[in-house]
């Protein structure tokens, strides 16, 4: 009886335990969305056994919110506990095409829920092969073109894979926005080493779905093995007497643009070592010591040759420590009965050409401070009331020594006539300025005084000397001017009018002198031509 018990309890048990799984039924639930998570309603839904192979097509559609259920066990096929199954959920109508599936595992559960499956458009159409040069060099920037088609026209990225290894190195998104369907896109790259590359790239969508890679472009990369060459384009060469200068340089390569070259420079004599790398193609040097210099430069392309002969520029400072001297070289009396006064001055200096000095004056009862330094050597003043004056004035040469005793003149206007309008002078002819020969100069001088002394001059320096034509002549309007022994030219012609109260005005007009000969036969060539013509006539007579 005890036996019996036991028996029973078992086959009681036993009876709990199913006989076989695949007989119960087994059903798969869920739900599916769009990538936007909008419930997609009517999409198909297949089941894939993927340890079998066999499918179960169309077992179902999604209905409202997006749900579906279909059965992997009894009445339908019975597949086994724990096996691999794939759900895949396939959109029509506005959607046609667009895809996407789960992954589960069969449970003992009759009634398994499967995780949400998103549905995403296809993937974009496989990129054109990329077009682009084939052959290049280590380190230079090389761009490559291609172009893909979404077939829903969404907007596209795309992966480059540089060296062919099959991996994105690359995604280009357009800074986020991705590129419209069909538009042709650029990308740049540069290789570090030679070699032979492959380059690939493939499409992917706003939806994240990748297509496939690309036909491949080969690509053989050489490395640049020329340096670039080193030009000084200005500096200082020779003895200068300045210590501060300034140089300029620029280069050029087989490869690397200029514009993207480097440089390192140093002053031998100066920098104890070379400057770092710099797109710069300029420099300066202060206060440098008296000595002989060496300034060198080199340059450096984007392969990292190095120009082995860089371009040099030797020179010697030798500084000017000496100032210039001025001296007045025309002036009015000590006592004059003229309110206008001329001055003329000139200077000189153991380096700086007397062309190349400036100067700066001032008149001491009448002007409170210096003039501004220029190369002018002549100054007027007109309408100076009667008293006592001094006119200074000082030199400066291109090293910026000054003439620490200026050149000085002290004179009294003394002067009985309360007249203090100058003169208006206005040279009125020749009106062009190119002249030759003998040239009439005229002038027309305005005053309220007809008693009129005219004084006239010349400068072929530009001002820096000047010359007399006619000086303190009473009642002349006009002055034959014979420029056929003056050398061809730029000429300055100065008109100064002083009137009875010593009044000064005046004024200046440059010219051109061109005395060249106008080629011609002269008189000898003429008979000779005359001569030859007479022969030939008598010969055809003959």
Same mark, same amino acid.
Request: hydrophobic share 30%; net charge negative; aromatic share 12%.
């Given at each position: 009886?005890?036996?019996?018990?036991?028996?029973?309890?078992? %086959?009681?048990?036993?009876?709990?335990?199913?006989?076989?799984?695949?007989?119960?039924?087994?059903?798969?639930?869920?739900?599916?969305?769009?990538?936007?998570?909008?419930?997609?309603?009517?999409?198909? #839904?297949?089941?894939?056994?993927?340890?079998?192979?066999?499918?179960?097509?169309?077992?179902?559609?999604?209905?409202?919110?997006?749900? !579906?259920?279909?059965?992997? +066990?009894?009445?339908?096929?019975?597949?086994?506990?724990?096996?691999? %199954?794939?759900?895949?959920?396939? &959109?029509?109508?506005?959607?046609?095409?667009?895809?996407?599936? @789960?992954?589960?595992?069969?449970?003992?559960?009759?009634?398994?829920?499967?995780?949400?499956?998103?549905?995403? *458009?296809?993937?974009?159409?496989?990129?054109?092969?990329?077009? +682009?040069?084939?052959?290049?060099?280590?380190?230079?920037?090389?761009?490559?073109?291609?172009?893909?088609?979404?077939? !829903?026209?969404?907007?596209?990225?795309? =992966?480059?894979?540089?060296?062919?290894?099959?991996?994105?190195?690359?995604?280009?998104?357009?800074? =986020?926005?991705?590129?419209?369907?069909?538009?042709?896109?650029?990308?740049?790259?540069?290789?570090?080493?030679?070699?032979?590359?492959?380059?690939? @790239?493939?499409?992917?969508?706003?939806?994240?779905?990748?297509?496939?890679?690309?036909?491949?472009?080969?690509?053989?990369?050489?490395?640049?093995?020329?340096?670039?060459?080193?030009?000084?384009?200005? =500096?200082?060469?020779?003895?200068?007497?300045?210590?501060?200068?300034?140089?300029?340089?620029?280069?050029?390569?087989?490869?690397?643009?200029?514009?993207?070259?480097?440089?390192?420079?140093?002053?031998?004599? !100066?920098?104890?070592?070379?400057?770092?790398?710099?797109?710069?193609?300029?420099?300066?040097?202060?206060?440098? *010591?008296?000595? &002989?210099?060496?300034?060198? @430069?080199? &340059?450096?392309?984007?392969?990292?040759?190095?120009?082995?002969?860089?371009?040099?520029?030797?020179?010697?400072?030798?500084?000017?420590?000496?100032? *210039?001297?001025?001296?007045? #070289?025309?002036?009015?009396?000590?006592?004059?009965?003229?309110?206008?006064?001329?001055?003329?001055?000139?200077?000189?200096?153991?380096?700086?050409?007397?062309?190349?000095?400036?100067?700066? /004056?001032?008149?001491?009862?009448?002007? $409170?401070?210096?003039?501004?330094?220029?190369?002018?050597?002549?100054?007027?003043?007109?309408?100076?009331?009667?008293?006592? /004056?001094?006119?200074?004035?000082?030199?400066?040469?291109?090293?910026?020594?000054?003439?620490?005793?200026?050149?000085?003149?002290?004179?009294?206007?003394?002067?009985?006539?309360?007249?203090?309008? *100058?003169? @208006?002078?206005?040279?009125? $002819?020749?009106?062009?300025?190119?002249?030759?020969?003998?040239?009439?100069?005229?002038?027309?001088?305005?005053?309220?005084?007809?008693?009129?002394?005219?004084?006239?001059?010349?400068?072929?320096?530009? +001002?820096?000397?000047?010359?007399?034509?006619?000086?303190?002549?009473?009642?002349?309007?006009?002055?034959?001017?014979?420029?056929?022994?003056?050398?061809?030219?730029?000429? #300055?012609?100065?008109?100064?009018?002083?009137?009875?109260? +010593?009044?000064? =005005?005046?004024?200046?007009?440059?010219?051109?002198?061109?005395?060249?000969?106008?080629?011609?036969?002269?008189?000898?060539?003429?008979?000779?031509?005359?001569?030859?013509?007479?022969? &030939?006539?008598?010969?055809?007579?003959?």
């Amino acid at each position: 009886m005890r036996y019996a018990k036991v028996l029973l309890a078992i %086959i009681c048990m036993l009876s709990l335990i199913p006989l076989q799984a695949e007989a119960q039924p087994h059903t798969v639930w869920g739900y599916c969305y769009y990538d936007d998570a909008t419930p997609a309603e009517g999409v198909l #839904i297949t089941a894939i056994n993927e340890d079998t192979g066999e499918t179960l097509a169309n077992v179902t559609t999604t209905n409202e919110e997006g749900f !579906y259920f279909f059965n992997t +066990g009894h009445p339908t096929p019975g597949w086994d506990y724990e096996s691999n %199954i794939t759900v895949v959920a396939t &959109a029509t109508g506005d959607h046609r095409g667009w895809k996407g599936e @789960v992954h589960l595992t069969k449970e003992y559960v009759p009634n398994q829920q499967a995780d949400d499956i998103h549905l995403v *458009p296809p993937a974009p159409e496989t990129p054109a092969q990329p077009s +682009g040069t084939t052959e290049g060099m280590v380190g230079m920037i090389y761009t490559y073109t291609t172009v893909a088609t979404d077939p !829903y026209e969404y907007n596209i990225s795309y =992966g480059w894979d540089w060296d062919g290894d099959g991996t994105v190195d690359e995604w280009d998104d357009n800074g =986020g926005n991705y590129y419209p369907s069909g538009e042709n896109i650029t990308a740049s790259h540069a290789w570090g080493d030679p070699g032979e590359y492959e380059i690939k @790239v493939r499409a992917k969508n706003e939806w994240n779905v990748t297509g496939d890679w690309s036909p491949p472009l080969n690509v053989t990369i050489e490395a640049d093995t020329v340096p670039p060459n080193t030009f000084i384009i200005s =500096g200082p060469s020779g003895t200068v007497t300045v210590s501060t200068v300034s140089f300029s340089w620029s280069g050029d390569d087989d490869i690397t643009g200029a514009g993207n070259l480097v440089y390192s420079y140093k002053l031998e004599g !100066y920098d104890t070592g070379w400057s770092s790398w710099t797109s710069s193609t300029t420099t300066v040097y202060e206060n440098l *010591p008296n000595g &002989a210099y060496v300034f060198k @430069v080199k &340059a450096k392309d984007e392969a990292g040759n190095t120009d082995n002969i860089p371009a040099t520029r030797e020179f010697t400072v030798k500084k000017d420590v000496n100032p *210039p001297d001025t001296r007045i #070289i025309q002036a009015p009396p000590s006592e004059t009965q003229q309110r206008g006064s001329l001055f003329i001055w000139t200077g000189n200096d153991d380096v700086t050409p007397v062309n190349k000095l400036q100067y700066s /004056y001032t008149l001491e009862g009448f002007q $409170s401070s210096w003039s501004n330094w220029s190369s002018e050597t002549t100054v007027t003043f007109s309408s100076l009331p009667n008293g006592n /004056y001094t006119f200074k004035v000082k030199a400066k040469d291109e090293a910026g020594n000054m003439d620490e005793t200026p050149a000085t003149h002290q004179f009294t206007v003394n002067v009985s006539s309360d007249d203090v309008t *100058p003169p @208006v002078v206005h040279i009125v $002819s020749p009106s062009d300025v190119n002249v030759s020969g003998t040239v009439t100069l005229q002038w027309q001088v305005t005053d309220n005084d007809t008693n009129i002394v005219i004084s006239i001059y010349y400068s072929s320096d530009n +001002g820096t000397t000047w010359h007399t034509l006619v000086e303190n002549e009473s009642g002349i309007s006009s002055y034959e001017w014979n420029t056929n022994d003056m050398k061809n030219g730029a000429y #300055i012609v100065a008109v100064y009018a002083t009137d009875s109260a +010593g009044n000064v =005005g005046f004024e200046k007009k440059t010219y051109t002198v061109d005395n060249r000969k106008t080629p011609g036969l002269g008189i000898p060539a003429m008979v000779v031509a005359y001569l030859f013509i007479a022969f &030939a006539l008598k010969r055809k007579r003959q």
